[in-house]
């Protein structure tokens, strides 16, 4: 039986911030913080060179119809939670933290905080006790729970014309 460590393949040449972390059974990428952040600080400034019309599980939405490729290209292996510790202000082009982020910890957004309305939706498995379960876009998401989350500038137009 192979051990945890043979199964995680470590690439830390992308970014002096951040390594990804590839599970190699799960055939599954990561992204996990080499330095640590205070809350509320900027983790790492991004821009897009693509823009693409449709959404796909590796893009971000700025507007309507216009969803970026990140660059650098790393910052796309942040995986989903419901308890995120950070979030794409696409307006200031900015990755800020939501709370402390200690070395060696999973880097995590919360995928509607910029998804509308989501082309891959999935079954979250975060773990975390205010797991919100199938993950679909703020379109989808109650008035409850909006108030604990921050949106982009994007998403917050869409809920105020939705009459949030
Ligand atoms: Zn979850």
Redesign the pocket.
Known sequence: MSNQSNQIVIDSSQSEIAEIRTNLVKNHRSLYSRKAFKAHSVVAEFDWTQIHSKPSYLTVQISEKEHIELVPTYLECIN????PNSFFDTTSKQLVSLKDIAVGEEITFFYPSAEWDMDQIFQ?????S????V?KGAKYLDDRCLKNYRFTDFIKQKLTSRGV
């Open positions: 989903h939670s419901c308890d979250c498995d975060c773990g975390c205010n797991c919100l379960g993950i």
